[in-house]
Antibody, heavy 119, light 106 residues
Framework: EVQLVESGGGLVQPGRSLKLSCAAS????????MAWVRQAPKKGLEWVAT????????YYPDSVKGRFTISRDNAKSSLYLQMNSLKSEDTATYYC????????????WGQGTLVTVSS | DIQMTQSPSFLSASVGDRVTINCKAS??????LDWYQQKLGEAPKLLIY???SLHTGIPSRFSGSGSGTDFTLTISSLQPEDVATYFC????????FGGGTKLELK
């Protein structure tokens, strides 16, 4: 069974940093692109980052480019999101997702971890 | 950037009704359009990928159609467990979600 478990969320002040983790199990992690998607409270979904199988290619929307960094450790079956210079508008539940189409669809999702940016 | 316009934003229907939700892309996205279901308090779940391919374990009452810029999710016979918010996602160029459709029972 595919499992994705996020951790690392919490309350952080504007301008500070936070690193999220996602532990994967139930599949060969190194064979899949992975992504982060967020959802602000009572709002829609927003794609945040995607990483290739080896980690050599990464993709970001303009809203987080230069502030967020996605990375992975295939030996540990783990995905990460380093978030710097956090803003109040980054407040959201962050989901880890498995990309099943090599820059394709998000077939499996974790349960999410809540990040609150507030002073 | 590709924009996705989803309609309607809210939908009320009865058990057994045929329900359709639409998504329009600001430019051609070929077949690269997916549909997700999100129940209250839960993570999103993939229903359909690449316009009309049903994800593993998804009931056959869900189907997708379209091409280019206009796409549709159809629920052939609405069930109580289908109450949820539905999102479309394009992955032809980057990834962009539609704004969502909240489906309620009448």
């Amino acid at each position: 069974e595919v499992q994705l478990v996020e951790s690392g969320g919490g309350l952080v002040q504007p301008g500070r940093s936070l690193k999220l983790s996602c532990a994967a199990s139930g599949f060969t992690f190194s064979n899949y692109y992975m992504a982060w998607v967020r959802q602000a409270p009572k709002k829609g979904l927003e794609w945040v980052a995607t990483i290739s199988t080896s980690g050599s290619r990464t993709y970001y929307p303009d809203s987080v480019k230069g502030r967020f960094t996605i990375s992975r450790d295939n030996a540990k079956s783990s995905l990460y999101l380093q978030m710097n210079s956090l803003k109040s508008e980054d407040t959201a539940t962050y989901y880890c997702a498995r990309d099943d189409g090599y820059e394709g669809w998000f077939a499996y999702w974790g349960q999410g971890t809540l990040v609150t940016v507030s002073s | 950037d590709i924009q996705m316009t989803q309609s309607p934003s809210f939908l009320s229907a009865s058990v057994g009704d045929r329900v359709t939700i639409n998504c329009k892309a600001s430019q051609n996205i070929n077949k690269y359009l997916d549909w997700y279901q999100q129940k209250l308090g839960e993570a999103p779940k993939l229903l359909i990928y690449n316009t009309n391919s049903l994800h593993t374990g998804i009931p056959s009452r869900f189907s997708g159609s379209g091409s280019g810029t206009d796409f549709t999710l159809t629920i052939s016979s609405l069930q109580p467990e289908d109450v949820a918010t539905y999102f479309c996602l394009q992955h032809n160029s980057g990834w962009t979600f539609g704004g969502g459709t909240k489906l309620e029972l009448k």
